[in-house]
């Protein structure tokens, strides 16, 4: 017996012509290299000459064009080019299941693909096999259909005769043992399945059936009520509608259970996830599902107008009695609402109005709100609300949110959303700001600048200012006027604080010079930040030589906050500075009493001092106070000779500014 050879050629020619497994190979734009007969016949139906050359999407539209009236249109070429994408950016051989139409017929392929390299080591598409899993997949699915039947207890099994009026041709003897339904009527005709069907679901029953049998696909299920001797209940029911050789309905098989029970866990559970606990309102969730199912019009965001200090003033307890008696007053109102954050509620519209005829009713409901009293024990209260409303956007939720921000802000009673320019930019920006400052936090990129404080009389820098400074990704420095308001707004401003405090207490621990560090009014009302800050104190021993500045614009706001706070430091030898004196409303009694060691005189005195004689007076009387009191003065902004000089002829005590030393590290 002799052995033949065979060739390349003669193996590439069996593979395309004999092996029933589909092969291909595809270049980088998912065209066709290669493809076996088997692929061509079965899946692409064109002959090898037409398919190399051509890509998925080719065939993907041509079978659309052709079986779009199919509910099975969906083609295997969208899928293809897909998962094509994942092997070329993954590199490695990976299987997948796809599914699509061949024919007008839903099938199932089992494929592998792989990146496909040429001699030379360089990638150049991919190559795959494929092999039709669809009889599998059937069986898969059967067996599944049989362990559903036989996990869920007790179903009844039912057989429909295609004949004039559908009646019961077969039904399990069960059915009135689960269902409530008489086994002897349904099988004799005196009544029909359809006339225990609650009435409500009678219509949209018998459409869903209609439906599927003209479809022809196969398979449905549906659920809906019944009313039988045991009473209303939810049953479920799984059929297979059987069709003749010419596409025609034969019989309709299949079973029923019933599914009162994972009905009402699901509405239990949906009462839970969708509703807020507090009100009885649904909350936010269930208004985004909303949002998403139905497709508003509008949406109107009210919040409660200082509410925080409803619950600072009279407790938690009697807060939570407010929102609950404000989400009453709202239905009073006939309004659907939600409740979607502490104090904010909120509700959806479905119907197209003009602003003009809305404003006109945020007007009346706002007017009720005025003359609606809210209990608070024996007593009662009025409360007020801003409102904020978008109307015919995509997002809804946030651009109602915005409005709300600019009534706030505008201190005004309701705002419409109107597109400008900047203002969801500036919120990208504020979102892309906040992750900056979380990763510098987390990195250790908060930093310090170092501006020193000459003294008047020697010309000397005898103390410094701690400046804070952010390094981003990029390493660029950023100034504290970028990232330190988004802080404060993002609760990330403590952390800033305590690392700042670390830092500067650190720094000095063995130098001779003061120093001094900003604090906000939120540092001195954070119990924890004053701890950390007193236990740096002591820890670096810098007590003595640390000066923490004050704002005078918002500290002394908070005189009992900002007294309790300096008489902590105080008592370890730290000095206090009263920082931006002579803007506002300065308040020389707070001063008196607050036993200050420095004030610091604002730059927007400072810069126009050598030109603008009220400006001097102003300074005159600032440091002539001082000196009556014991306290000494500095001024910032120092940026030139002239401005220098003058101040040095006011007997203000240090100078700070660019002209003497701008902020370095140390």
């Known amino acids: 017996m002799t052995h033949q050879k065979i060739t390349d050629k003669n193996f590439l020619k069996l593979i395309s012509e004999y092996l029933p497994d589909m092969l291909w190979a595809k270049d980088l734009q998912g065209k066709y290299l290669f493809a076996n007969r088997a692929i061509c016949d ?96 059937k069986l898969e699915s059967e067996l599944v259909a049989m362990n559903a039947l036989i996990d869920s207890g007790p179903v009844v099994l039912f057989e429909w005769s295609a004949e004039e009026g559908w009646p019961i041709k077969n039904v399990s003897q069960n059915v009135e043992a ?7 009527k349904l099988m004799d005709g005196t009544v029909h399945f359809s ?15 209609a439906a599927f049998i003209s479809a022809q696909t196969g398979s449905f299920s549906q659920q809906y009520r019944i009313v039988n001797t045991k009473g209303g209940m939810w049953i479920k029911d799984f059929t297979v509608i059987d069709y003749d050789a010419e596409g025609f309905p034969v019989s309709i098989k299949g079973y029923l259970l019933d599914n009162t029970v994972e009905i009402e866990a699901k509405e239990k559970i949906d009462k839970l996830s969708f509703t807020d606990q507090l009100t009885g309102l649904q909350n936010r969730q269930k208004m985004q599902l909303d949002i998403q199912n139905q497709k508003p019009y509008g949406c109107i965001v009210f919040n409660i107008d200082r509410f925080r200090e409803i619950n600072d003033l009279f ?17 009073k109102l006939g309004l659907d609402v939600y409740r979607i954050g502490g104090d904010e509620f909120a509700t959806l519209l479905f119907e197209q109005v003009e602003w003009s005829a809305l404003e006109f009713t945020l007007a009346v409901w706002l007017e009720e709100l005025s003359q609606t009293y809210f209990h608070i024990g024996n007593e009662l209260i009025s409360i007020r609300m801003n409102i904020g409303v978008a109307l015919g956007s995509q997002k809804l939720l946030t651009q109602a949110d915005i409005a ?60 410094y200012e701690t400046l804070v400074r952010l390094i981003d990704e990029s390493n660029s420095i950023i100034p504290p006027l970028y990232f330190l308001p988004i802080a404060k707004k993002t609760k990330l401003y403590s952390q800033i604080t305590r690392s700042v405090v670390h830092q500067a207490c650190k720094t000095f621990a063995h130098r001779e010079e003061e120093f001094s560090i900003n604090l906000s009014i939120d540092d001195i009302e ?34 009992e906050s900002v007294q309790h706070f300096i008489k902590q430091v105080k008592s370890l030898g730290a000095k206090i500075a009263i920082d931006d004196f002579g803007t506002g409303y300065s308040n020389f009694e707070h001063i008196l009493q607050l036993h200050v060691d420095y004030i610091k005189i604002d730059g927007s005195l400072v810069r126009n001092i050598a030109t603008d004689e009220r400006h001097a007076i102003i300074v005159e009387t600032i440091v002539d106070f001082a000196r009556k009191i014991g306290a000494k003065t500095i001024a910032e902004f120092v940026s030139d000779e002239a401005i220098f000089l003058k101040l040095k002829s006011l007997g203000v005590d240090y100078s700070q500014g660019y002209y003497t030393g701008k902020p370095e590290p140390i």
């Not at 006339?195 to 059936?209: L, N």
């Open 42 to 137: 079965n899946l692409l139906m064109s002959s090898p000459e037409e398919v190399v050359g051509n890509g998925d999407v080719f065939f993907a539209k041509r079978e659309r064009e052709k079986y779009s009236h199919n509910p099975h249109w969906h083609t295997f070429g969208e899928l293809c080019y897909n998962s094509d994408e994942v092997v070329l950016e993954s590199m490695q051989s990976m299987q997948f299941e796809e599914y699509g139409n061949i024919r007008g017929e839903l099938t199932y392929l089992e494929v592998h693909k792989a990146p496909l390299y040429n001699e030379a080591g360089e990638l150049i598409g991919t190559i795959g096999s494929g092999r039709d899993i669809t009889i599998q997949k």
């Open 178 to 184: 689960v269902l409530g339904m008489s086994y002897a």
């Open 195 to 209: 006339d225990y069907i609650h009435p409500d679901d009678i219509e949209s029953v018998s459409a869903e059936v």
């Open 315 to 331: 407790g938690v307890s009697i807060g939570d009695s407010i929102l609950t008696q404000v989400g009453a007053w709202f239905k």
């Open 404 to 463: 709300l921000h600019n009534a706030k802000e505008a201190k005004i009673a309701y705002a419409l959303y109107e597109e400008t320019e900047n203002v969801e930019e500036l919120y990208r920006t504020n979102i892309a700001m906040t992750a900056t400052i979380h990763k510098a936090i987390a990195k250790g990129q908060i930093i310090c600048h170092y501006q020193p404080i000459v003294d008047f009389t020697t010309g000397k820098a005898v103390k």
């Open 526 to 559: 954070d119990p924890t930040t004053v701890q950390d800050i007193i236990n740096t104190l002591l820890k670096t021993e810098t007590a003595s030589r640390v000066v923490f500045e004050i704002l005078e614009s918002e500290g002394i706001e908070n005189y």
